[in-house]
């Protein structure tokens, strides 16, 4: 049996409509940087979504190292980084099918982009 960490979102009773918005991007957007939803559920006012895990941390946590724990990002690692981004970031803009786009979508959905760099730089 194969075993997957996944990442739960759950959303207060006032974000119905990011909620939704969250759903219907991420059930179209297939983009190798954006993470793909893998369900939700919706009982009452509890609302959440099921999307990829993260599995190698976040960007923030190499760039601001306050921990000092995590290995400093080299400029061409960098520069791929923000390459990447730029991508997602035009594919969700530009390229998706319905043309529509959400920046707080943006955000959550490039968490898969931001951690991908981590398995580039740690291998």
Same mark, same amino acid.
């Given at each position: 049996?194969?075993?997957?960490?996944?990442?739960?979102?759950?959303?207060?009773? *006032?974000?119905?409509?990011?909620?939704?918005?969250?759903?219907? *991007?991420?059930?179209?957007?297939?983009?190798?940087?954006?993470?793909?939803?893998? !369900?939700?559920?919706?009982?009452?006012?509890?609302?959440?979504?099921v999307?990829?895990?993260?599995?190698?941390?976040?960007l923030?946590?190499?760039?601001?190292?306050?921990?000092?724990?995590?290995?400093?990002?080299?400029?061409?690692?960098?520069?791929?980084?923000?390459? $990447?981004?730029a991508n997602?970031?035009?594919?969700?803009?530009? &390229?998706?099918? $319905? !043309?529509?786009?959400?920046? $707080? #979508?943006?955000? #959550?959905?490039? !968490?898969? *982009?931001?951690?991908?760099?981590? &398995?580039?730089?740690?291998?």
């Amino acid at each position: 049996m194969r075993r997957n960490t996944v990442a739960i979102k759950r959303f207060h009773p *006032m974000e119905d409509k990011w909620f939704y918005n969250e759903i219907e *991007m991420l059930d179209t957007c297939k983009h190798p940087h954006i993470v793909r939803l893998l !369900g939700f559920c919706v009982e009452g006012y509890e609302k959440i979504l099921v999307v990829e895990h993260f599995s190698n941390r976040y960007l923030t946590e190499y760039w601001q190292n306050f921990n000092g724990k995590m290995p400093t990002l080299t400029w061409a690692q960098r520069l791929k980084i923000c390459l $990447d981004a730029a991508n997602a970031l035009n594919y969700l803009h530009n &390229e998706m099918e $319905d !043309g529509q786009s959400n920046e $707080d #979508d943006n955000e #959550d959905a490039i !968490g898969k *982009m931001e951690a991908e760099f981590a &398995e580039t730089h740690l291998s």
